[in-house]
């Protein structure tokens, strides 16, 4: 099946909400520095401005299949959309601190509410070939939001604003979200969400338009999946017990890799290591291309290699990385390898957990819960990010090596854990998946 201009541009506006996922996620290492000296932050209050954001990113998540549910996938992006835009301006207009914490919290709750709403929707209108490629789509848009934060960052520092950069900084991603707000006016429904409301036709006209060959058997199929779970939607029934346990730990371990605690905090794990401010800027765009290029290897790679082969993968490349980081901070020698590490770290990222996370979630809940499975992934991804964006300064203050210890080490526990625990989900249709893991 070819991917017609339907699809396409369904897909593409669903994946713009990991642009700004990506860019919201990113941008704030470039202000903790301006941020600390407006604000007066000690190392406490600097982790809580950094995770607060985080913990909206928690209730978002948790919260976003009640919205997706009841509006629908695409409806609710647009609330999603809303609360981005609300955010930017808000930050870029904080009159003080409290007011700034408060519009961070808003925007974690649009984040939270993407990461489950965008790859769900994708998943959901995708065929089952092409469907790691174009969920990918959605990390794809993250890594260049995460890109273009840096970019961004770095382009505002050589303009020396002063002291309230920042405001610039944090400001910016207002415009990507009015785009994503009026495109998303433009797509269609998700077939199985229209189904799931008993609104048959509609749901056949959009498997027709995304240019699903055998559409009717593809509609009876997915007809046959909702009526088998009946009314029982129940997410914590026993026999959801696998995708739950491999939705939790794929975002747990996502978290564990250290990425988002790196990402927030780069330019000062740079400035630690003796490179000044705009040159820490630099090196993170150097790092953001890095996690772009290897986001696309993987995407090309994903529905041949498998989901399964990528964690693997990337589990023994991250830990061997993080060790040497590690290293180079308990030494204090060699601070000319910490961007080399970090750039490979960050490849190692891209290729594994980066590319399959919001894939492998989308896949293994069958229809009458994905909603509410979605946001349990999303949630301990989540979770797990803002306590560790939140101890992160503390931890890396008393020695900048820890932190990266126990990362290494928890990317061997995902190694065994992926290698005896986690089925591949390549080319099985949602149906399918729902069989094989014993719910149907």
Not at 91 to 117: D, E, P, Q, T
Not at 287 to 312: E, H, P, Q, W
Request: charged share 15%.
């Amino acid at each position: 099946m070819k991917i017609n201009a339907y699809l396409a541009k369904s897909t593409g506006v669903a994946a713009l909400g990991g642009l700004l996922f990506g860019f919201d996620t990113a941008v704030i290492s470039g202000t903790t520095r301006g941020l600390t000296e407006s604000f007066h932050l000690t190392p406490s209050s600097l982790g809580l401005t950094v995770s607060i954001a985080l913990w909206g990113t928690i209730v978002g998540a948790m919260l976003a299949g009640i919205p997706g549910d009841r509006w629908g996938r695409r409806d609710s992006l647009r609330l999603m959309a809303v609360l981005y835009l609300v955010s930017s301006l808000g930050c870029a207009l904080a009159w003080n601190w409290y007011a700034l914490v408060a519009f961070r919290f808003i925007g974690g709750l649009g984040i939270g509410g993407s990461s489950v709403l965008a790859p769900m929707y994708i998943a959901e209108i995708a065929p089952p070939a092409e469907r790691g490629r174009l969920v990918g789509c959605f990390q794809i848009s993250v890594v260049l939001g995460i890109l273009v934060a840096y970019f961004s960052n770095y382009e505002i520092g050589l303009r020396n604003l002063g002291p309230l950069d920042w405001r610039w900084k944090l400001g910016i991603p207002a415009a990507p979200a009015a785009l994503f707000l009026v495109l998303l006016f433009g797509i269609l429904r998700s077939p199985r969400w229209l189904v799931k409301k008993q609104r048959i036709e509609e749901a056949r006209q959009v498997l027709r338009l995304v240019g699903e060959e055998n559409y009717e058997e593809e509609l009876q199929d997915i007809i046959r999946s909702i009526h088998l779970e009946g009314a029982q939607d129940r997410l914590f029934a026993w026999k959801y017990r696998v995708p739950i346990f491999l939705a939790v730990t794929i975002g747990m371990f996502n978290q564990l890799t250290g990425i988002n605690a790196i990402l927030y905090y780069l330019n000062d794990i740079f400035v630690r290591a003796g490179f000044s401010r705009v040159s820490a800027d630099l090196q993170a765009v150097a790092i953001g291309a890095t996690n772009l290029i290897f986001t696309l290897v993987a995407m090309s790679v994903i529905d041949k290699l498998g989901r399964r082969t990528l964690l693997l993968t990337g589990s023994v490349g991250m830990a061997g990385c993080l060790a040497g980081v590690a290293a180079v901070f308990f030494s204090g020698q060699h601070q000319t390898w910490l961007l080399w590490l970090l750039v490979g770290f960050i490849a190692f990222f891209a290729f594994s957990q980066g590319a399959v996370i919001w894939v492998y979630i989308s896949e293994v809940f069958p229809n009458q819960v994905r909603a509410k499975g979605q946001s349990l992934g999303s949630f301990s991804h989540w979770f797990m990010n803002a306590l560790i964006s939140f101890e992160f300064p503390r931890l890396a203050a008393s020695s900048g090596a820890y932190p990266f210890v126990f990362f290494s080490l928890m990317m061997v526990v995902q190694f065994f854990v992926v290698l005896f625990l986690y089925p591949e989900t390549k080319g099985i249709s949602l149906e399918e998946m729902q069989r094989k893991l014993g719910i149907a």
